[in-house]
Nanobody, 121 residues
Framework: QVQLVESGGGLVQPGGSLRLSCAASGSIFSIYAMGWYRQAPGKQRELVAIFTSGGNTNYVDSVKGRFTISRDNAKNTVHLQMNSLKPEDTAVYYC???????????????WGQGTQVTVSS
């Protein structure tokens, strides 16, 4: 089995910072891309940032210059540093890891449980 455990959400004032973490564990053969999505009430889930297996990073335009994604391959962990937070960043944030489990011949995306980020004064 594969598990993704997220941490780091919470309530922060506008202009503040938060750091999200997501650790993958279990029977993992190989990890490829690692990313973060978010879903605000009444909106579709959107990709926020992704860190590819080739070392490239991509961000949705609304967070460029404010958010930074990083990964620690030795710990199977991905982080999202969020600075200069705005009320419109309020959402449930989900990590997604594209990986191949040891008991599978194919790779697929696994989701974390989600963590609430609320930006409000």
């Amino acid at each position: 089995q594969v598990q993704l455990v997220e941490s780091g959400g919470g309530l922060v004032q506008p202009g503040g910072s938060l750091r999200l973490s997501c650790a993958a564990s279990g029977s993992i053969f190989s990890i490829y891309a690692m990313g973060w999505y978010r879903q605000a009430p009444g909106k579709q889930r959107e990709l926020v940032a992704i860190f590819t297996s080739g070392g490239n990073t991509n961000y949705v335009d609304s967070v460029k210059g404010r958010f930074t994604i990083s990964r620690d391959n030795a710990k199977n962990t991905v982080h999202l540093q969020m600075n200069s937070l705005k009320p419109e960043d309020t959402a449930v944030y989900y990590c997604n890891v594209d990986l191949r489990a040891r008991d599978s011949a194919t790779r697929r995306g696994y989701w974390g449980q989600g963590t609430q980020v609320t930006v409000s004064s």
